[in-house]
């Protein structure tokens, strides 16, 4: 089955766009902080100096160099979108099967809770958090992957309580393998391609969420951020910095987040068969 | 059968008054979570130095202990306190910016989806020829940018370059002006941020309208109605397009909480003066009252307007009432 679905990825021409771009990117991001000269800290360049060869997008208003600021605004935003995504994958498939296997009492609160936490604008409860605690980005990214995960846990509970009725896993529990056996051994894996469908969504939707928040400034300001280095341009938007300040952040964060969706939507299609059907 | 149409709905309904609950008690439990007191946390980094009796004055007022029901009287009697940096009620001040918010919001709302709704439809109505594959290419391709992104280019290209479009506001300030002109100064203003939330709402609009309608297409009563030689846009609208609704109106209460976000941020952009731009400058002057009202009253509101959608789902497709 697995095999199956990595063929049928690699035809797939968003997929293979949205694949390397991404890649492209994270590698920006892993690498690139290596590479800039200058820490995106130091301060001691003429401010607002036009874009040359020591300083290829130019200075900002603080007199950091805009290149290397922008890899590590890079750096931090994917870092914060992984990081949600995992986290809110983790306690999506906890949840999810958990909800599945006890399906019952236990199943029935846990989704309960799935729906309500769903109705709610998580980003209302992290600008609440936000401004009262100034929290580090690290306590955010929790917040907001406890918040994140219902929908990606009904997706896993809807797949277990499909398989947990299939002929192997009865046989498994029939030879007395323990609940946490037959799940860890023939539930976990079993799900592997959902895992990968919830990740990108939840990582896509927390690099947009922290480009917002950074952008409304309630991150630490030291914290380079693309949201933030839109933030501060967009305050000298009347000089002529906006080309070689504002403009790179902004194709970034979209570039990021446009292969981010092509990844989440190719996805989507090819796992579901009923969504194929819908394209070409 | 009509009854288990309304106990659905009840139940969903339920859900959301669970949910409200929660957010109300987070918004009175959370500030008291803050460490230290309230009056040394904002007054011992900012520039004003407190008298000794001033600061006695404060604590007293800031650490009465208020009940939670004390708390939710005070809610709901719209005693929401006072604005620290603007001196201000902070009910009226959201009165006062609401609105915009909703001139601002509600109309790119019902532009973009009425637009995606009808685009989407003749795309599917077209599916496979080129018009509906550069439509669903580049649909997909605007959904990954988003709002700040698009409002930064506008901004650029219309309001600074061009000079086409007011760079801010609502309304050109102290004009003293006939009706007419004043109407026409705020579309002026308005036209900017509205076609960039128009612009980042419209591709997810098109794209469900479209796959939904893609679904319905392949029905059997669509072939009957054929058959029967109905003309052909009734066929679209009447039969297909009407069964296409219901998963646009389902997805579009879940999609509401994002979109909150997106006008926060354009508002800021443009500096229109809603909800958005009051929330961005209490966030910066650290106005705590201010922050916790705009916040509590923007999440009941999209509570409210997802509890309203529950009952008009039922009323447009009452197949709903049947399903599990």
Not at chain 1, 80 to 99: E, P
Not at chain 1, 153 to 168: D, T
Not at chain 1, 199 to 225: H, I, Q
Not at chain 2, 37 to 61: G, I, N, P
């Amino acid at each position: 089955m697995h095999l199956d679905i990595m063929a049928t990825l690699k035809g797939d021409r968003w997929f293979t766009m949205g694949a390397i771009v991404t890649g492209f990117m994270v590698f920006i991001a892993l690498v690139g902080p290596y590479l800039v000269p200058y820490n995106p800290q130091e301060m001691s360049f003429q401010p607002f100096a036009r874009p040359s060869w020591e300083h290829p997008l130019g200075v900002n208003d603080g007199g950091q160099d805009i290149l290397s600021e922008l890899v590590h605004a890079l750096r931090n935003s994917l870092g914060f979108g992984a990081m949600v995504g995992g986290l809110a994958l983790v306690v999506a498939v906890g949840v999810g099967l958990a909800a599945a296997w006890y399906d019952g009492l236990v199943g029935r609160v846990l989704m309960s809770c799935a729906v309500i936490l769903m109705a709610i604008p998580s980003v209302m409860i992290l600008i609440l958090v936000a401004a009262l605690f100034q929290p580090s980005a690290w306590v955010l990214a929790l917040v907001l992957a406890g918040l994140s995960w219902p929908t990606t846990a009904k997706a896993v509970r809807a797949q277990a309580l499909a398989l947990r009725n299939a002929l192997h896993v009865r046989a498994a529990v029939q030879m007395g393998g323990s609940a946490m056996y037959v799940i860890a051994r023939h539930l976990v894996p079993e799900m592997f391609p959902l895992y990968l469908v919830g990740f990108v969504a939840k990582a896509r939707m927390a690099v947009f969420m922290e480009a917002s928040l950074a952008f409304l400034g309630l991150f630490d300001p030291g914290r380079k951020s693309l949201g933030g280095m839109i933030h501060c341009a967009l305050r000298y938007y009347y000089m002529d910095t906006w080309w070689n300040w504002l403009f790179p952040a902004v194709l970034c964060l979209s570039v990021s987040i446009m292969a981010a969706g092509f990844l989440a939507i190719s996805l989507e299609r090819v796992l579901d068969p009923r969504l194929r059907s819908l394209w070409g | 059968m009509r009854l288990g149409r309304e106990r659905k709905a009840l139940g969903n309904v339920a859900n959301f008054l669970v949910a409200l609950s929660v957010l109300v008690y987070l918004s009175y439990a959370l500030p008291r979570l803050m460490p230290g007191d309230f009056v040394t946390a904002m007054f011992a980094s900012s520039h004003v130095t407190l008298s000794a009796e001033q600061e006695s004055r404060e604590k007293a007022y800031f650490q009465r202990e208020e009940g939670f029901a004390l708390y939710l009287l005070r809610l709901v009697r719209l005693d929401w306190g006072w604005s620290y940096a603007l001196f201000q009620p902070v009910s009226s001040l959201i009165l006062q910016a609401l609105p915009w918010t909703l001139i601002l919001a509600g109309g790119a709302h019902v532009v973009a989806s009425v637009c995606g709704f009808v685009m989407g439809v003749e795309a599917a109505w077209r599916r496979g020829s080129r018009v509906d594959k550069a439509l669903v290419g580049s649909m997909t391709m605007l959904e990954g940018i988003q709002e700040m992104a698009v409002g930064v280019v506008l901004l650029a290209i219309f309001a600074l370059h061009l000079h086409w479009f007011p760079t801010g506001g609502a309304q050109t300030p102290h004009a003293e002006s006939s009706l007419v002109h004043r109407l026409v100064d705020m579309a002026h203003h308005l036209a900017l941020p509205m076609a960039t939330l128009v612009i980042s709402y419209l591709p997810g609009n098109f794209l469900l309208a479209r796959n939904s309608m893609v679904m319905v297409l392949g029905e059997e009563f669509i072939l009957t109605a054929r058959a029967k030689g109905l003309p052909e846009k009734r066929v679209r609208y009447a039969h297909a397009a009407r069964n296409a609704l219901l998963p646009v109106l389902t997805r579009f209460g879940l999609r509401l909480a994002f979109m909150v976000t997106g006008v926060v941020v354009v508002e800021t952009i443009f500096s229109y003066p809603g909800l958005g731009t009051l929330l961005f400058n209490a966030i910066r002057s650290r106005d705590l009252p201010l922050i916790q009202g705009v916040v509590l009253f923007s999440s009941a509101a999209v509570l409210a307007v997802n509890m309203a959608l529950e009952f008009v789902y039922t009323r447009i497709d009452p197949r709903t009432c049947h399903a599990p």
